[in-house]
C-alpha cells in the first residue's frame, strides 16, 4: 500500500481527525518498519494508540482515513516509522486490544478487530 496516512502524534486525550488522508512515504529499512492496519468505515476518523508491548506509557496514535488500493477504498490506520518490536494496540476505552510484531524493513498489515 503506497497511499498511506500522514502523521503520528502524541497527547493525552483521543478525538476524531478530520484531515483529509493524503500519500505518505514509508521510510522503512534496517531497524525500521511501518504497519498498515485495516480498519472499517465506521472508524473513519478515528485516532488508533500504538506502543511498544514494553512501555505501554509511550502511546502515538494517527488517525483511520479511506485510502485508494488498486481502484478499491480500504480504511487504514498507517504507522509509518516503527523501530522492530512487538507493540500493543488500543481501544478508545484504553484496553489492549492487538499485538503486533514488526520487523526491520518490512510493512507489516494487520485487521483491526473492532
Do not use: C, F, K, N
Not at 500522514?6 to 500519500?23: F, K
Request: hydrophobic residues 40%.
Amino acid at each position: 500500500m503506497t497511499a498511506a496516512e500522514a502523521t503520528a502524534h502524541a497527547h493525552p486525550h483521543p478525538h476524531r481527525h478530520t484531515a483529509d488522508g493524503g500519500p505518505v512515504v514509508l521510510d522503512v529499512g534496517g531497524d525500521v518498519g511501518a504497519l498498515v492496519l485495516r480498519t472499517s468505515a465506521s472508524s473513519v476518523g478515528h485516532e488508533i494508540e500504538i506502543s511498544p508491548i514494553e512501555e505501554p506509557q509511550h502511546r502515538q496514535h494517527v488517525a483511520v482515513h479511506p485510502r485508494d488500493l488498486e481502484g478499491q477504498t480500504v480504511y487504514a490506520a498507517v504507522y509509518p516509522e516503527l523501530v522492530w518490536g512487538t507493540y500493543q494496540l488500543w481501544s478508545p476505552a484504553g484496553d489492549p486490544v492487538l499485538e503486533v510484531s514488526i520487523p526491520g524493513g518490512r510493512v507489516v498489515e494487520a485487521t483491526w478487530p473492532l
